[in-house]
């Protein structure tokens, strides 16, 4: 599909990576310079007392990213780990992106990480509006692009609309684009489409951001995933910090992706809970429009938001006002929790209604 891509593609990356970066000569470790297995470890000023957590973690991390590797297809090289996807997301931008120089290419609204990483780094973010529909068209990205743009953000499902973003259009800016184009999947697991991870051995620029904080229930170990080529991995395993991943959350996580099962339960009872969310919410005098999603929340429209989220604080009950974001205006992000929790939220806004119609009279 992007094999087109295939021959220039070394030559693509060199012209992508910032000087610096080509340059660099990262951290060497103590377990960078022997990874070999050992009996008697003198070489980290370690303390030999306390095991599991006296040892430096495994920069690298090869045992989990195996094991990661088989869930996903994927060659264990082509992973990279992070402390949440958050920390992906800047290292592209400090990887590719010259500050006061380089520009990126996003939707909006889309995810807020990307531009504050963009700001971080002192890099512009070109931001491209939806369509009414929350659709995106690939060739307005295209036509805001330059010669110093490095990277696209795609968010698919898109967060906070959650709606999935055409694939035919993303393939486009694949096969389109002489940058990297990021597609951020932190919420697939929640959607019908299938990962665009299959197409990772044919677009050399494609770069797939996934997570354990949603379907997996993992957002406190903080564990992101970037799949990529190995020369792109490579490349970002010199920026990181040595050991980014401790050795706790690499523990548990070894651990529970083995409950792959128990997620996948997860996600049908929380799908089950989204379409009675929906079915309900309708008949609220006061939601407007409740938009398709893809993901383990729902955007809607009310008429008056903020006082809706502010009657909900008032019932500890808290939900997301996106009211302020482009083509959200008076829209409340709300995620679908338990089904305890969303019987809390559907009592609370009913109370609201017979509270409105007695105010009324
Ligand atoms: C929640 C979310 C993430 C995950 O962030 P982590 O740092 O991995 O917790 C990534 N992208 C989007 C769009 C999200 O909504």
Not at 3 to 8: C, I, P
Not at 9 to 21: A, G, P, Q, S, Y
Not at 61 to 83: D, H, M, S, T, V
Not at 158 to 164: A, D, E, Q, S
Request: include cysteine.
């Amino acid at each position: 599909m992007c094999s087109m891509w295939f021959k220039n593609r070394i030559m693509n990356l060199e012209k992508l990576l910032r000087n610096n970066i080509k340059v660099l000569k990262p951290y060497s470790s103590a377990r960078d310079e022997f990874s070999g297995e050992a009996e008697v470890y003198l070489d980290a000023n370690e303390n030999p007392y306390n095991a599991p957590y006296n040892r430096y973690p495994d920069p690298l991390q090869w045992e989990l990213k195996i094991k990661i590797g088989r869930l996903k297809n994927i060659a264990p090289e082509k992973i990279f780990l992070g402390n949440g996807s958050d920390e992906p997301i800047d290292i592209i931008f400090r990887a590719f992106c010259e500050p006061g120089v380089d520009n990126v290419v996003s939707i909006d609204p889309t995810y807020g990480m990307y531009q504050v990483a963009a700001d971080i780094n002192n890099v512009e973010v070109r931001k491209v509006k939806l369509n009414e529909d929350f659709s995106f068209n690939a060739q307005k990205l295209l036509d805001v692009t330059n010669l110093y743009t490095k990277a696209i953000f795609i968010c698919s499902p898109n967060n906070p609309t959650g709606n999935l973003l055409d694939k035919t259009e993303i393939i486009k800016l694949l096969t389109e684009f002489d940058g990297i184009v990021v597609v951020d999947e932190a919420y697939i697991d929640f959607s019908p489409e299938n990962s665009f991870l299959g197409l990772l051995d044919s677009c050399p620029n494609l770069i797939i951001l996934q997570t354990f904080s949603k379907a997996w229930g993992m957002a406190g170990i903080r564990l992101g995933m970037a799949f990529a080529q190995a020369e792109i991995i490579r490349v970002f395993n010199k920026i990181k910090y040595p050991y980014n991943i401790n050795i706790l959350t690499q523990l548990k996580a070894l651990e529970l992706i083995d409950n792959e099962g128990e997620k996948n339960e997860w996600v049908k009872i929380i799908l089950d809970e989204r379409a009675r969310m929906i079915r309900k919410l309708f008949k609220l005098p006061f939601v407007q429009v409740i938009y398709p999603s893809d993901a383990n929340f729902i955007l809607v429209k009310m008429t008056d938001a903020r006082g809706i989220y502010e009657y909900l604080t008032d019932h500890k009950i808290i939900v997301r006002d996106r009211s302020k974001v482009t083509l959200c205006e008076n829209s409340l992000r709300i995620t679908i929790g338990s089904p305890e929790e969303n019987k809390k939220l559907r009592k609370a806004l009913k109370k609201l209604v017979v509270g409105l119609i007695e105010d009324n009279e």
